[in-house]
């Protein structure tokens, strides 16, 4: 009963250091995504992919990089950590979510906590 | 574009007191309608989701009423419980590119609950 499995869950990175966050799937889902919660924002979306090989861009891209190489897995890179990427990221997963399937569930792992000093 | 507002909080409630969390939302067509929560130090769950107009969600007595003359999805229960301390999201699908829609959330409303 694994369903979307995110980590680390926590991390600390000094300003300029690179990193990944890991995001696994065991339900055979098509779409993935990572998000981002800020305090008084929401969540937003980061990057995702509809399938493997095919990734798309999201509201606040910019610092971030993915790739999917398989349907189960979806890493998010951080390629040089600024402050302002602290934040909590949440990946998430689901069946198709367009058209007459837009009431999809869309379920969440539980988040990392990335903090940058 | 289409966005969803909801109210601040923190929502501060007693044990078995009745909650409201209003929620409303702007969209061009008729977007499927969720409220997810968040319990401390864990991630996000589906709470509820309503998919067209007039749809009820429910879940753990919780409910909420797709209301599309109003534009809204407000959160209910009619006896609320500690452990029913949570942030509380409100969101609507909204369609990105190749058919697949993306969630927009809400701020977030804080609910605590004493006993």
């Known amino acids: 009963n694994a369903g979307v499995t995110q980590t680390p869950k926590f991390q600390v990175l000094k300003t300029g250091q690179s990193m990944t966050l890991q995001c696994a799937q065991d339900?055979?889902?098509?779409?993935m995504s990572w998000y981002r919660q800020d305090p008084g924002m929401g969540l937003r979306l980061i990057h995702y992919?509809?399938?493997?090989?095919?990734?798309d861009q999201g509201e606040v891209p910019n610092g971030y990089n993915v790739s999917r190489s398989t349907t189960e897995d979806f890493p998010l890179r951080l390629l040089s950590a600024a402050p302002s990427q602290t934040s909590v990221y949440f990946c998430?997963?689901?069946?198709?979510?367009?058209?007459?399937?837009?009431?999809?569930?869309?379920?969440f792992g539980e988040g990392s906590w990335l903090t940058v000093v | 574009g289409n966005s969803v507002t909801q109210m601040e909080g923190p929502v501060t409630l007693s044990e078995e007191a009745f909650l409201t969390i209003n929620c409303t939302y702007t969209?061009?067509?008729?977007?499927?309608l969720f409220w997810y929560v968040q319990y401390p130090g864990e991630g996000l769950q589906l709470l509820l989701k309503?998919?067209?107009?007039?749809d009820k969600g429910s879940n753990k007595g919780f409910e909420a009423t797709y209301r599309k003359e109003t534009t809204s999805f407000h959160l209910e229960k009619g006896s609320v419980q500690v452990s029913d301390s949570a942030v509380c999201f409100c969101?609507?699908?909204?369609?990105?590119?190749?058919?697949?829609?993306?969630?927009?959330f809400g701020a977030g409303t804080r609910l605590a609950v004493h006993p």
């Open positions: 998430a997963s689901s069946f198709r979510t367009g058209g007459s399937s837009a009431g999809n569930t869309i379920y």
């Open positions: 339900m055979n889902h098509e779409y």
């Open positions: 992919s509809v399938g493997a090989g095919i990734t």
């Open positions: 969209a061009t067509g008729y977007p499927s």
């Open positions: 309503a998919t067209k107009a007039d």
């Open positions: 969101a609507l699908s909204d369609l990105i590119s190749g058919g697949y829609n993306k969630l927009i």
